[in-house]
Nanobody, 116 residues
Framework: EVQLLESGGGLVQPGGSLRLSCAASGFTFRNFPMTWVRQAPGKGLEWVSTVGSDSSSTVYADSVKGRFTISRDNAKSMLYLQLNSLRTDDTAMYYC?????????RGQGTQVTVSS
């Protein structure tokens, strides 16, 4: 069974940082690109970033480019998202998704709240 378990969210002040993690199991992690998406209160799902299966390529939404960094450790079946220079509009539930789009299997999410 495919399982994705996000962690690392929390409450942080504007300008702060967080590191999100996603533990993957039930599939051959190294064979899949992986994606982070988010959903702000009252809004639809928003694509954030995707990393290729071997980390050779990374892409970011314009809204997070230069502030967020996606990475992965295939030996540990882990996906990460480093969030820096956080803004109030980054407040959302963050999900990791198997695959290179928003449509794949995703976990239960981890909440990021940016507030002073």
């Amino acid at each position: 069974e495919v399982q994705l378990l996000e962690s690392g969210g929390g409450l942080v002040q504007p300008g702060g940082s967080l590191r999100l993690s996603c533990a993957a199991s039930g599939f051959t992690f190294r064979n899949f690109p992986m994606t982070w998406v988010r959903q702000a209160p009252g809004k639809g799902l928003e694509w954030v970033s995707t990393v290729g299966s071997d980390s050779s390529s990374t892409v970011y939404a314009d809204s997070v480019k230069g502030r967020f960094t996606i990475s992965r450790d295939n030996a540990k079946s882990m996906l990460y998202l480093q969030l820096n220079s956080l803004r109030t509009d980054d407040t959302a539930m963050y999900y990791c998704v198997r695959g290179g789009s928003m449509d794949g299997k995703r976990g239960q999410g981890t909440q990021v709240t940016v507030s002073s």
